[in-house]
């Protein structure tokens, strides 16, 4: 692991989904302890999408912003919302110059799959649908998320490819759980990483998933056809159970013609971007911007 990483696992805690709302309590309490960067240089606003039931987001418009990315935050389905997310919506849109509207989903167990992707999904239409009231290119919108939230935009893609929804430019996907079968190398031996193992991806799962069964749309890596779907950026940790679904869904990618960029973090462990001090996340939550900076240029 890295040198700078591990001096602070012993003080990493451990979250049981097992009682969502305690985990939600627990993530809300370490997302406050994260310094946001400075956001004086862009707009930051609330606002409500009109939706199945409404959605709130939060809009972050650097100035001179044309492009804009739909975004999903990170929290296993069951945890997080537009307060735990700032520090990181911020620095993606100072990091890339990017609109970012960072989207405050349902959560798991009290809405299961499919709550969380229709939120999602009916954002990226509002988007589209009133570009040119929020400044925006409607040719330049890009879907992303950390882990749960990568998921979700991975998942938007699909339908919007297989729904004829509104064009979306790139997929940025940071550390992603695409996975609910958990077969993967990673996912098998990884049961006592920090942060993030085994048993806690088993119940955000369960969570999610609910009583129904997994489709595509909850967990895209069951997809058998990833043709035809927007060029993807992808990142995953060494020390992660997602790993390997990441990697896999990256390579399937691109044996179906999608252009994609696939980044490895050696040493590093699921979530580890929030230590800030440490160099290796420093490059890390840069390159998330500069990855999305280019992608959306021109």
């Known amino acids: 692991m890295d040198p700078e990483l591990e001096a602070f696992v012993p003080f990493f805690p451990r979250t049981d989904l097992g009682d969502p709302v305690a985990a939600r309590k627990s993530f809300a309490e370490l997302a406050s302890a994260v310094p946001a960067p400075d956001a004086a240089d862009m707009e930051v606003e609330d606002r409500t999408v009109a939706a199945g039931p409404d959605v709130a987001v939060r809009v972050y418009r650097p100035h001179g912003a044309e492009g804009a990315v739909v975004w999903m935050h990170g929290g296993g389905f069951t945890m997080g919302d537009l307060d735990t997310e700032h520090p990181w919506a911020s620095r993606i849109a100072a990091g ?3 609109v970012v509207i960072s989207v ?31 400044g925006i290119d409607p040719a330049r919108i890009a879907v992303g998320g950390h882990s749960a939230g990568a998921n ?12 004829h ?14 996975d609910d079968r958990q077969d993967s ?8 990483t920090p942060w993030f193992y085994r048993d806690k991806a088993t119940a955000g799962w369960r969570h999610y ?11 895209p890596a069951r997809a058998t056809d990833l043709s035809g779907l927007p060029p993807a950026y992808i990142s995953t940790a060494e020390f992660d159970p997602n790993r390997d679904e990441g990697l ?10 999608v252009p994609v960029e696939i980044h490895q973090w050696p040493g590093t462990f699921h979530g580890s971007q929030a230590l800030l001090s440490a160099e290796v996340s420093q490059r890390q939550n840069a390159e998330l911007g500069a990855v999305l900076r280019r992608a959306l240029a021109g």
Request: charged content about 15%; proline content about 9%; glycine content about 8%.
């Open 96 to 98: 890339s110059g990017a």
């Open 104 to 134: 405050d989903y349902r959560l798991a167990p009290e809405h299961p799959f499919p709550a969380a992707l229709d939120d999602a999904y009916a954002v990226l239409a509002w988007a589209a649908g009133n570009a040119a009231a929020l």
């Open 152 to 163: 979700l935009a991975a998942a938007i893609a699909l339908r919007a490819r297989d729904h």
């Open 165 to 178: 929804g509104p064009a979306i430019r790139f997929q940025l996907l940071n550390q992603p759980g695409l």
């Open 185 to 192: 190398w990673s996912a098998r031996n990884f049961t006592d």
């Open 209 to 219: 998933l609910g009583p129904g069964p997994a489709t595509p749309y909850a967990a």
């Open 248 to 257: 896999d869904y990256g390579l399937r990618l691109l044996r179906a013609g």
